[in-house]
């Protein structure tokens, strides 16, 4: 796996954010990332949507913001094939959580399907 300093930087200012909403380092940290596109900087106060919308854009087609929306509990509109708003999807769902491969509850009895799958 790969990962990029951008992504780095914003996990170090989410988690500087969780840990004190009002760490100036958390709002200087994720204008690392804006002044590097030439884009408008971020001020105070920070929220934590402003940091998942920087996420959002940042790393784009990277695969997170599934994980980002799940992570936060955060409800996700889902979309048809021509982009038509078809309903949202609220958290906490069983959509949220993937299936559990066939060969895992295969070799262990243990092992409990997720619900919906």
Same mark, same amino acid.
């Given at each position: $796996? =790969?990962?990029?300093?951008?992504?780095?930087?914003?996990?170090?200012? *989410?988690?500087? #954010? /969780?840990?004190?909403?009002? %760490?100036?380092?958390?709002?200087?940290?994720?204008?690392?990332?804006?002044?590097?596109?030439?884009?408008?900087?971020?001020?105070? $106060? =920070?929220?934590?949507?402003?940091?998942?919308?920087?996420?959002?854009? *940042?790393?784009? #087609? /990277?695969?997170?913001?599934? %994980?980002?929306?799940?992570?936060?509990?955060?409800?996700?509109?889902?979309?048809?094939?021509?982009?038509?708003?078809?309903?949202?999807?609220?958290?906490?769902?069983?959509?949220?959580?993937?299936?559990?491969?066939?060969?895992?509850?295969?070799?262990?009895?243990?092992?409990?399907?997720?619900?919906?799958?």
């Amino acid at each position: $796996p =790969l990962i990029r300093i951008e992504e780095i930087v914003l996990n170090y200012a *989410e988690a500087l #954010f /969780e840990i004190n909403n009002a %760490d100036p380092v958390a709002l200087t940290q994720l204008n690392l990332i804006t002044s590097n596109r030439g884009a408008t900087a971020y001020t105070s $106060p =920070l929220s934590k949507d402003d940091i998942l919308n920087e996420r959002r854009k *940042e790393l784009m #087609f /990277e695969g997170f913001r599934f %994980d980002d929306l799940t992570r936060t509990g955060t409800d996700i509109d889902v979309l048809g094939s021509n982009q038509n708003f078809i309903r949202t999807l609220s958290y906490p769902n069983n959509l949220f959580a993937y299936p559990i491969p066939n060969d895992e509850t295969n070799a262990n009895s243990n092992m409990v399907q997720n619900n919906g799958y």
